[in-house]
Each structure stands twice: as structure tokens, then as C-alpha cells.
Nanobody, 118 residues
Framework: QVQLVESGGGLVQPGGSLRLSCAASGIIFSISDMGWYRQAPGKPRQLVAAITAGGTINNADSVKGRFTISRDNDKNTVSLQMNSLKPEDTAVYYC????????????WGQGTQVTVSS
């Protein structure tokens, strides 16, 4: 059974920091590309940051210089360090795992709410 369990969301003031974590099970984590997406009310889900199995990172322009994605293949976790948070970062953040070359799977976590407000 595949599980992607996010944690670390919450309420933070503008300029503050949060660290999201996603614990994966039931997938071959080391060959999976991992990503964080977010969805604000009334808007489509959008990529925030992704890290491939090989360690290549892709960040959305809106978070460059503020957010950092990382992965730990020994612990099957992917994290998103979010600094200098802005109100426009408010959204539900989703963990994503995909492998398109051999096993062809894609899974989503249940989401964690991040609210940036004073």
C-alpha cells in the first residue's frame, strides 16, 4: 500500500519559516522523482519544487531563493524548507511521487495546509 504522509504545515507570520516533510512508503523511493505542489483556493494545483531520483532540482520562479527541496533516500523522505514566507504562499501543499521509466506510477499525499498571515 502506497502512502505519502505530509507533515509540518501550519500558521506562520509573513517572513517566517516552515519545514514540510513527506514520508513515503510502498514505493521504490530511490528511483522516484519527488515533488511538492500547492493549491490555493480557486486556483489550479501548481509545482513548487521537484527533485529527481538523480538529484536534479527544479523550483518555481515564485519560490526561488526562498524554498529548498531535499531528499533522504535512507529515510524515504522529501522535505521542503520554506523561508521568507509571504501571504501568497498560503495554500494546501501536496507531496508527489512519480516514476515514469519502468514502473510508471504517480501518487499524491493528502495535503497539508500552510497559512501565512499576521
Amino acid at each position: 500500500q502506497v502512502q505519502l504522509v505530509e507533515s509540518g504545515g501550519g500558521l506562520v507570520q509573513p517572513g517566517g519559516s516552515l519545514r514540510l516533510s513527506c514520508a513515503a512508503s510502498g514505493i521504490i523511493f530511490s528511483i522516484s522523482d519527488m515533488g511538492w505542489y500547492r493549491q490555493a483556493p480557486g486556483k489550479p494545483r501548481q509545482l513548487v519544487a521537484a527533485i529527481t531520483a538523480g538529484g536534479t532540482i527544479n523550483n518555481a520562479d515564485s519560490v526561488k531563493g526562498r524554498f529548498t527541496i531535499s531528499r533522504d533516500n535512507d529515510k524515504n523522505t522529501v522535505s521542503l524548507q520554506m523561508n521568507s514566507l509571504k501571504p501568497e504562499d498560503t495554500a494546501v501543499y501536496y507531496c508527489n511521487a512519480r516514476e515514469i521509466a519502468i514502473f510508471k506510477y504517480e501518487y499524491w499525499g493528502q495535503g497539508t495546509q500552510v497559512t501565512v498571515s499576521s
